[in-house]
């Protein structure tokens, strides 16, 4: 299929950048947000098409939108009007309104967010404007990081990530594609409000936002994680968090490191991926026949 399109809208004043890849007669659209100091790229992976989440979503019959999250791409150098987490929400609301305008949308809206992008995610799917979302995906996240990963974030700044970090998010290296590896996809720049929410992010307002989602949940734990504990019993907590949501399931996905949707094992993420997006859609039609009978 075709390459995903760039594309700029303005929201509020604020241009949000993104990539789309549209099918015709969507059964649901799919918006992923990225992780830090990376950009919409991380879901269609130059020189890589067989990595890419966004076409494999689009030749499944989704319209696949990659947003870059406030604080990058176009939106970078306005961070005065994002530093609340509403505006940022708000923001992203307004981003994919644009981007899908008139076009059918489907069953509704399916949320996906990796590793910083998953606090994005959850915000969006707990607004009291997510009455179109259907499903939430989330990927390398957590409620505690591992020790190790503790320790190096106290180092972080906003202009400044810790040393080291490095090695906890792309190991091990045979996992990843030798060009990926050179940071091809990563933003030059990162979001100044990041520091402060990653700090409150996995035992403050993760558990607070996980009592209002009221969608279906799936939690993917890649098998190198080392970024956040993914022990039973950690994913238990996790799962235990999600009071409102009709169901969680997690999926553990073997050889894939935390950026699994940069990794050489990609496609097989994407494809547990999608097919939790059509589950979505299943439900969701159920739902509305229901409704409809009665």
């Not at 919409?40 to 947003?67: E, I, K, N, W």
């Not at 799917?125 to 503790?150: K, M």
């Not at 998010?169 to 100044?192: C, E, F, I, K, R």
Request: net charge negative; aromatic share 6%.
């Amino acid at each position: 299929m075709s390459a995903p399109r760039a594309r700029v809208v303005l929201v509020d004043g604020v241009p949000m950048s993104g990539l789309v890849a549209p099918a015709d007669d969507p059964k649901a659209v799919v918006v992923a947000f990225h992780g830090g100091a990376s950009t919409a790229a991380y879901f269609d992976c130059p020189g890589h098409p067989q990595l890419s989440l966004l076409r494999a979503g689009a030749a499944q019959g989704f319209t696949m939108v990659a947003l870059d999250r406030p604080g990058y791409g176009s939106s970078a150098p306005y961070p005065d009007v994002m530093g609340r987490p509403d505006q940022r929400v708000a923001l992203a609301y307004g981003a994919v309104e644009k981007v899908l305008g008139p076009n059918p949308r489907g069953a509704g809206l399916v949320l996906l967010g990796h590793s910083a992008g998953c606090e994005l995610a959850v915000r969006m799917a707990a607004d009291e404007n997510a009455e179109h979302v259907i499903g939430l995906e989330l990927a390398g996240t957590g409620v505690e990081y591992h020790p190790a990963t503790a320790e190096l974030l106290k180092t972080a700044t906003a202009t400044q990530r810790p040393r080291g970090l490095r090695d906890v998010l792309w190991q091990p290296a045979h996992l990843y594609p030798d060009d990926v590896l050179s940071g091809m996809t990563n933003s030059t720049t990162g979001a100044l409000y990041e520091v402060d929410m990653t700090k409150k992010w996995p035992q403050q307002d993760f558990p607070v936002l996980a009592a209002r989602v009221r969608v279906p949940v799936q939690f993917t734990v890649a098998e190198h994680e080392r970024v956040w504990r993914s022990d039973p019993e950690t994913l238990t907590r996790i799962g235990a968090m999600f009071t409102a949501a009709p169901r969680f399931v997690v999926n553990e996905q073997t050889d894939a490191g935390h950026n699994l949707s940069l990794s050489l094992n990609a496609a097989a993420y994407h494809a547990t991926v999608l097919s939790f997006v059509r589950e979505c859609v299943a439900a969701q039609q159920g739902t509305s026949k229901e409704l409809e009978a009665g």
